[in-house]
């Protein structure tokens, strides 16, 4: 049953990443703005790309050899479109500020040492499972990705608190508060998706035993999906009932 | 960043208009645009209008100074028509966020 529901999780996690993020990456076309592009892309690359590549090589169903180039190839797509959410966040939100640079750098570095200090450990690695041990230096990234979603969720709270004050002014478009909102939620979703594999690699133990933790990062996963999906592609009836919601209040 | 046109003219009309020095009347000018969620950096001067109007007035009662209603309304009226400043019409959060709503 929970695997049923994490494969259920797994692929509207891709699903909605995917389609959301090339949404996004058309979007930047037409609008030559590096910020969109910029966000399709980590959406897209993170989706689409990276954790199907970590899923498929880390199966076991790959010979060796070409697992750990599979799982290679999926670890520096997610070190990307990690690095992506920390340079998008500071394009945004923070565009300018010293420690929120200092902050992304300090990000950008651990995932690059993740990436670097993994790679070496997959290419000795004897068989798949080793990809995913506690020992693999590839957990860095995971950690750089946690500091890289909750930083981005606490910033999307602080603009929607703010933009929702402008609001009770008629000096905000509801959608735009909305979409900040979701961002915010996005952001915890992913970090939920993220930490228990994380926590429970570095302690040691391992993440299939623990059935609150996948369960945890099955609910997640869909809610991330859900909340992408709102925020960049809401369907016309999201879009009436959050501009309805805001006309009543006003 | 520095702070918007908009928000410069404000502070200088109470400045000028009103008992409030330029520290004081630049923090009443800030506390209502923090009230609305605004930031001195980014404020057009069609939302520094809108604060003056419907914040700011009470700020200026609460600090003693006489027939604030009025004139906050000629401030918002002078607001209105300024040009929006290149730091106002920078990318901002709610500029990036609208956008890629579609």
Same mark, same amino acid.
């Given at each position: 049953?929970?695997?049923? $529901?994490?494969?259920?999780?797994?692929?509207?996690?891709?699903?909605?990443?995917?389609?959301?993020?090339?949404?996004?990456?058309?979007?930047?076309?037409?609008?030559?703005?590096?910020?969109? %592009?910029?966000?399709? %892309?980590?959406?897209?690359?993170?989706?689409?790309?990276?954790?199907?590549?970590?899923?498929?090589?880390?199966?076991?169903?790959?010979?060796?050899?070409?697992? =750990?180039?599979?799982?290679?190839?999926?670890?520096?797509?997610?070190?990307?479109?990690?690095?992506?959410? !920390?340079?998008?966040?500071?394009?945004?939100?923070?565009?300018?500020?010293?420690?929120?640079? /200092?902050?992304?750098?300090?990000?950008?570095?651990?995932?690059?040492?993740?990436?670097?200090?993994?790679?070496?450990?997959? $290419?000795?690695?004897?068989?798949?499972?080793?990809?995913?041990?506690?020992?693999?230096?590839?957990?860095?990234?995971?950690?750089?990705?946690? $500091?890289?979603?909750?930083?981005?969720?606490?910033?999307?709270? =602080?603009?929607?608190?703010?933009?929702?004050? =402008?609001?009770?002014?008629?000096?905000?478009?509801?959608?735009?508060?909305?979409? %900040?909102?979701?961002?915010?939620?996005? +952001?915890?979703?992913?970090?939920?998706?993220?930490?228990?594999?994380?926590?429970? /690699?570095?302690?040691?133990?391992?993440?299939?035993?623990?059935?609150?933790?996948? !369960?945890?990062?099955?609910?997640? +996963?869909?809610? !991330?999906?859900?909340?992408?999906?709102?925020?960049?592609?809401?369907?016309?009836?999201?879009?009436?009932?959050?501009?309805?919601?805001?006309?009543?209040?006003? | 960043?520095?702070?918007?046109?908009?928000?410069?003219?404000?502070?200088?009309?109470?400045?000028?208009?009103?008992?409030?020095?330029?520290?004081?009347?630049?923090?009443?000018?800030?506390?209502?645009?923090?009230?609305?969620?605004?930031?001195?950096?980014?404020?057009?001067?069609?939302?520094?209008?809108?604060?003056?109007?419907?914040?700011?007035?009470?700020?200026?009662?609460?600090?003693?100074?006489?027939?604030?209603?009025?004139?906050?309304?000629?401030?918002?009226?002078?607001?209105?028509?300024?040009?929006?400043?290149?730091?106002?019409?920078?990318?901002?959060?709610?500029?990036?966020?609208?956008?890629?709503?579609?």
């Amino acid at each position: 049953m929970l695997d049923a $529901l994490l494969l259920l999780s797994t692929v509207a996690f891709i699903a909605a990443g995917g389609v959301v993020g090339w949404r996004l990456l058309r979007l930047a076309q037409r609008t030559r703005q590096l910020t969109d %592009f910029i966000v399709g %892309f980590m959406l897209f690359d993170l989706s689409a790309v990276a954790y199907p590549l970590v899923l498929w090589g880390g199966l076991g169903n790959l010979p060796i050899e070409r697992a =750990r180039w599979v799982y290679i190839a999926g670890a520096f797509a997610m070190a990307i479109g990690w690095a992506g959410v !920390f340079v998008f966040t500071v394009r945004v939100f923070r565009p300018g500020v010293a420690w929120a640079r /200092g902050l992304a750098a300090f990000g950008i570095a651990l995932l690059a040492y993740g990436f670097v200090a993994g790679a070496r450990f997959d $290419l000795q690695a004897s068989d798949a499972s080793a990809f995913t041990s506690p020992q693999n230096p590839v957990f860095w990234q995971q950690g750089a990705a946690i $500091l890289a979603y909750g930083w981005t969720g606490l910033e999307g709270l =602080r603009c929607f608190l703010q933009a929702r004050k =402008r609001l009770a002014l008629g000096l905000a478009d509801p959608l735009v508060v909305n979409r %900040f909102l979701l961002w915010a939620w996005s +952001g915890v979703f992913a970090l939920i998706c993220i930490a228990p594999s994380f926590v429970i /690699g570095l302690s040691g133990g391992d993440l299939l035993r623990h059935t609150g933790a996948r !369960f945890a990062t099955a609910v997640a +996963g869909f809610a !991330f999906a859900i909340a992408t999906q709102l925020a960049f592609l809401p369907p016309a009836a999201y879009r009436r009932w959050v501009s309805g919601g805001a006309a009543v209040s006003a | 960043m520095a702070d918007t046109e908009a928000f410069d003219f404000v502070c200088g009309e109470l400045e000028a208009r009103t008992s409030l020095d330029r520290l004081a009347a630049r923090g009443t000018v800030r506390i209502a645009l923090k009230q609305a969620g605004l930031d001195s950096r980014s404020a057009t001067p069609e939302q520094m209008a809108v604060v003056v109007e419907k914040l700011l007035t009470t700020e200026l009662t609460n600090r003693g100074i006489a027939d604030a209603a009025s004139l906050c309304s000629q401030i918002a009226q002078k607001a209105r028509r300024l040009q929006s400043s290149a730091s106002a019409s920078a990318e901002t959060p709610d500029a990036v966020f609208r956008r890629l709503g579609g």
